[in-house]
């Protein structure tokens, strides 16, 4: 084995070290800034609904801060609802890990080259996030929602994902979710 060869192998294997440290340290980084920002996964209160023996509701009641919302599972939702909605939302939402870049990069894109807002590249999942964590619409305020949507689908499946934007999309005025926005434009759960 030649000289050049030797130290060629030291100076790669020096590389390959100081990769395996960075890749280390950043997600000891990750580790220790998702323990130092949890998610705000705070518990829904949910409104009432007084029901006859037969399930047919007699009366509603918004919760205490007068928000009306009635939390549903998947299983309670139409199939064809939740279909439209991914269709119409995040077409790609059980495939991506929470952000999908080429949505995003495609709207500030369009947004640039516009010198406004066109459209946004939010996935189901960063619009959950957004619920969750309110911010601004600013660069700082887009990135934090890019750190929880990725929290999320850290720490959570997509159906868990899906039912949080199911029980937190507003549906206009003080409805929040489909349980509610179905009690109060169709008038059943």
């Not at 139409?78 to 991506?96: K, N, V």
């Not at 807002?117 to 600013?138: E, F």
């Not at 179905?182 to 008038?187: C, F, Q, R, V």
Request: contains cysteine.
């Amino acid at each position: 084995m030649s000289f050049r060869n030797v130290r060629y192998r030291k100076w790669l294997r020096s590389r390959w070290l100081w990769l395996v440290g960075a890749l280390l340290l950043l997600w000891a980084g990750v580790i220790a800034a998702d323990r130092l920002w949890p998610l705000p996964l705070h518990e829904v209160n949910p409104a009432r609904v007084v029901v006859d023996e037969k399930g047919t509701p007699l009366w509603r009641f918004a919760d205490r801060d007068g928000i009306w919302c009635y939390p549903v599972t998947i299983e309670e939702v139409s199939p064809r609802y939740l279909e439209a909605l991914i269709q119409y939302e995040d077409r790609w939402f059980w495939d991506h890990p929470g952000v999908n870049p080429f949505s995003v990069l495609r709207a500030a894109w369009q947004d640039l080259t516009a010198g406004k807002v066109i459209s946004g590249g939010s996935t189901l999942t960063m619009q959950v996030a957004r619920l969750l964590d309110p911010h601004s619409r600013t660069v700082g305020g887009k990135v934090r929602q890019l750190w929880r949507a990725l929290q999320l689908e850290w720490h959570l499946s997509k159906r868990e994902i899906l039912t949080l934007y199911l029980n937190r999309a507003p549906f206009g005025g003080t409805l929040q979710g489909v349980g509610a926005a179905s009690w109060a434009y169709l008038g059943k759960a």
